[in-house]
């Protein structure tokens, strides 16, 4: 009998001991370690051993789409994440609202800015540039996307965000000698010293430096992309899929590869997002689809901040509200294979990606091995041994009963 399938990725979850331990290891954490010991678990390199992932690469592997035959650019995904429609020839950017002063970046994030954006991305709709579209668009949280619609652009330029703060912001350049890369580089430029024009007298950062808070005063932009067509989901695999998720560029990889994308009220994408909510919206999309794939990203926030103690309680927010949630209803899902594990490790040593394994636990009808707790070093030791990302779907396609037989 097929059984359905629920994915759980916990953004960033994977780390590395700080004084002996990782946030996994220290963790209240139940309902996660009764999937390890009942299950069958083992440590998974997501795009390929040595490889530092992106979310959006790492997600694609994990969809089973090659990343190094569909990965165009990450630009190109945050717009389907917004609901925006790219055309051949448009280029894509995700940005960041962020924070300058004396041409130096104080803050990538605005403060994690929020209020006020929309405001803020109406004016830059304003922008004009020689012979080109410009259409801009904000995100989640501190996030947009840019898109440049016009003849002869190329997305292999470099990005304007230097991805550190006290230092200048990047000029844009191009990535080979190609007419349109250098066109597309000067225009990126141009849009950026337009933005900190425009931003550095806008009421919003205005009222916001009045309350003394950091203003958004320049867009940076990076990952260039354009829009590469995939198999949908459904044609790969057979199986109807949705996606829960708060962050734009997930959504925009689960858009692309046709999976169905479900709103939940409450939701950020942060620490403080209502986990609890999508939870629930994973119980009841189950009743529905075959495949479902429930994205936490919390979990990767804390990591970037280099703040354990949130990592931690993130992590027992996941196994409280979600975890506990979802095994507590099992009765009324009858039939289903659920897998946990994450897109990549971020350790709070170095506070970015990296490409240390994580950990997997699958649950579901699986040869349970003598694993007990969901740790990056206790799942090493598991019945699935180190398997990569590409390979997932394979694995819990079987799992499922849902595999065909390859040969006689």
Do not use: W
């Amino acid at each position: 009998m097929q059984t359905k399938l629920l994915l759980i990725v916990c953004d960033g979850l994977g780390d590395r001991p700080v004084n002996g331990v990782t946030p996994l290891e220290i963790a209240n954490k139940p309902n996660m370690d009764t999937i390890a010991s009942e299950g069958i678990c083992g440590i998974m390199d997501t795009v390929r051993a040595g490889i530092r992932p992106g979310s959006d690469t790492s997600h694609l592997s994990l969809f089973g789409y090659d990343p190094f035959k569909y990965y165009k650019g990450r630009g190109a995904f945050e717009a389907s994440g917004t609901g925006l429609k790219l055309q051949k020839g448009d280029v894509a950017f995700r940005c960041n609202f962020a924070t300058i002063k004396n041409g130096r970046i104080i803050d990538r994030r605005a403060g994690r800015i929020e209020d006020g954006l929309d405001e803020i991305a109406n004016d830059i709709n304003t922008i004009k540039l020689k012979n080109i579209e410009i259409i801009f668009k904000r995100g989640a949280g501190h996030r947009g996307v840019l898109v440049f619609r016009g003849k002869g652009l190329s997305h292999n330029v470099s990005d304007v965000d230097p991805e550190n703060e006290n230092v200048p912001y990047n000029i844009c350049k191009p990535l080979d000698n190609s007419i349109d890369a250098r066109k597309t580089a000067k225009l990126v430029n141009e849009f950026t010293k337009e933005t900190i024009d425009i931003l550095s007298k806008h009421p919003v950062n205005r009222e916001r430096e009045g309350k003394g808070k950091l203003p958004a005063n320049i867009i940076l932009c990076r990952g260039a992309g354009i829009k590469v067509d995939m198999p949908s989901f459904e044609e790969k695999y057979g199986m109807s899929a949705a996606c829960i998720s708060a962050t734009t560029l997930i959504k925009g990889v689960c858009r692309d590869v046709g999976m169905d994308i479900i709103d939940v009220k409450g939701i950020t994408g942060h620490i403080d997002s209502n986990i609890a909510n999508k939870a629930d919206a994973a119980i009841k999309a189950l009743k529905r689809y075959d495949f479902v794939f429930l994205h936490i990203k919390g979990t990767d926030e804390a990591s970037h901040d280099g703040d354990f103690n949130s990592k931690k309680s993130m992590i027992e927010r996941i196994d409280k509200e979600v975890i506990g949630r979802i095994l507590k209803h099992l009765k009324d899902i009858k039939d289903i294979t659920i897998v946990l594990t994450a897109d990549h490790s971020t350790p709070l040593s170095i506070k970015q990606h990296s490409a240390d394994p994580v950990p997997i636990a699958i649950l579901g009808d699986v040869r349970a091995d003598d694993v007990k707790r969901f740790t990056e070093r206790d799942c090493a030791k598991g019945g699935l041994n180190r398997i990569c990302g590409i390979n997932l779907m394979d694995i819990i396609m079987d799992l499922s009963n849902r595999s065909k037989l390859f040969g006689a």
